[in-house]
């Protein structure tokens, strides 16, 4: 989500009287499941949400993690449609529900609201085209570093120089990157032989990044969590 965007939200749409704002949930909480009535959007303003399918028998993938400042639940705009996949938060959150009448109401009255939430939609869109080229052109290694660092960037604030908590268990990194637990867990391993990082529990902590990092660069650490 461009920070155009993100700042529009904020500044204008939200504190219009029809959008429910600061709702507070947990990890694990869901925000809406696959195939429920689409009539609401959320802009998420803290932490982070998963968006994802699960198959009957268990199995698991993630399409996308949504981090502070983007829009999700956008099939909301089409009247009487339907949910495309699950939302669950999994760092605790905070965000803003707004009726599909609210926001239209908003965008056809900001002709520049458009232009900034097509962009994000393209972006989405990008880096869902990034996610199949990695699931057929990398491997599960390159794939492990490149969504941590992803997330790293996406989670730190501007000139921070500490390291970054990555609130991931080696399973929900396998349904990241699209991976099974079990090969996931043995590059894990790997790599930990290797010096290369250290595994915890339901936590993975990545070094600090410059201002202008390459999620194709710079090494990765995980650390023990309780």
């Known amino acids: 989500m461009t920070d155009t965007l993100a700042e529009i939200i904020r500044n204008e749409l ?15 909480v869901p925000v809406f499941a696959e195939g429920d009535p689409a009539e609401t959007l959320y802009f998420l303003s803290s932490g982070l949400v998963k968006l994802y399918h699960r198959s009957p028998d268990g199995k698991e993938v993630i399409f996308h993690v949504v981090s502070a400042g983007e829009i999700f639940g956008e099939e909301a705009i089409e009247e009487d449609a339907r949910r495309g996949c699950s939302a669950e938060v999994l760092q ?54 490149f969504y941590l660092r992803d ?8 000139g921070q120089e500490t390291d970054f908590e990555i ?6 990194l396998a349904n990241l990157i699209g991976a099974t637990r079990e090969t996931t867990s043995t590059t894990l391993n ?10 915890g529990r339901r936590m993975m902590i990545v070094p600090a990044l410059n201002d202008n990092h390459d999620p194709e660069e710079a090494p990765i650490q995980t650390a023990t969590s309780a």
Do not use: Y
């Open 14 to 28: 939200l504190p219009r009287d029809a959008t429910l704002r600061d709702v507070s949930a947990r990890r694990f």
């Open 92 to 145: 605790d959150a905070t965000c803003s529900a707004i009726s599909r009448t609210a926001f239209l109401e908003f965008a056809d009255s900001h002709p520049h609201f458009w232009q900034a939430f097509s962009r994000a939609l393209i972006n989405r869109e990008r880096g869902l085209c990034r996610k199949v080229e990695m699931l057929c052109l990398r491997e599960v290694e390159s794939r492990i570093l």
């Open 151 to 158: 997330l790293a960037g996406r989670l730190r604030a501007a």
């Open 167 to 172: 609130p991931l268990s080696q399973s929900e």
């Open 190 to 199: 790997s790599l930990a032989r290797k010096g290369q990082i250290k595994l």
